[in-house]
């Protein structure tokens, strides 16, 4: 079946400027995640998302990220007024939930740089 | 707090050489472990897991990891390494309940393989 699918593959952008990342996730996955991956930090854990509902957003470094999710599969992640620290690989993964079947299965990522 | 730490940023094998990658994690409880393995532009691949019960588990590509609780570690184990395995490799720890969703992620191990 399908997997993990991310939009768009890469994305360059100004600084100042908005930028929205998009990810499709296994179908019939409950759970969905976002990372970020960079040179310096290394794997770093965004926002975990149970259904449309965001239990877990203690990973957004700034008011300037935020995400939605909707419909239970979609989701898309924004980034406000970039920055260059921004630049980085956008991971998204998915997951079912309970019962030990929490295994996240990533997408391929965005990469963004911000000039 | 809960953390992984791989000790080894790169290693070098030489090809049909064996392989093992050092993982240690800090965890309160019984914890969800995972190796992912990243190539060069790639995502993450789920290389083998351990929820619960025997604690040598096998996953693809001939890897196999060994759970030992009274050493904190999860290390992975390959008996003959190829060149196709020169990649990173990225050891986890799932930390799941109540509002928490996510993956604490070592800093990875970067493989080479000499021929």
């Known amino acids: 079946g399908a997997g993990v699918s991310q939009s768009p593959s890469n994305k360059v952008t100004e600084k100042g400027k908005d930028v929205e990342l998009r990810c499709d996730p296994i179908s019939g996955h409950t759970a969905l995640y976002w990372y970020r991956q960079s040179l310096g930090q290394g794997l770093e854990f965004l926002i975990y998302?149970?259904?449309?509902?965001?239990?877990?957003k203690s990973g957004l470094p700034s008011d300037r990220f935020s995400a939605e999710r909707t419909g239970g599969s979609v989701s898309t992640l924004t980034i406000q007024r970039t920055q260059q620290e921004d630049s980085a690989v956008y991971l998204c993964?998915?997951?079912?939930?309970?019962?030990?079947?929490?295994?996240?299965?990533f997408g391929p990522g965005t990469r963004l740089l911000v000039l | 707090a809960q953390s992984v730490t791989q000790p080894d940023i790169h290693i070098t094998v030489s090809e049909g050489a064996s392989l093992e990658l050092r993982c240690n994690y800090s965890y309160g409880a019984t914890p969800y472990l995972f190796w992912y393995v990243q190539s060069p532009g790639q995502g993450l691949q789920l290389l083998l897991k351990y929820f619960s019960g025997d604690t040598l588990v096998q996953g693809i590509k001939g890897f196999e990891a060994e759970f030992k609780r009274s050493q904190s570690s999860f290390n992975l184990r390959k008996p003959s390494v190829h060149w196709s395995d020169a990649a990173e490799y990225f050891c986890a720890v799932g930390v799941y309940g109540g509002s928490q969703g996510n993956l604490i992620f070592g800093k990875g191990t970067k493989l080479s393989v000499k021929p």
């Open positions: 993964a998915s997951s079912l939930l309970g019962q030990g079947q929490e295994t996240q299965y």
């Open positions: 998302f149970q259904g449309n509902s965001a239990p877990d």
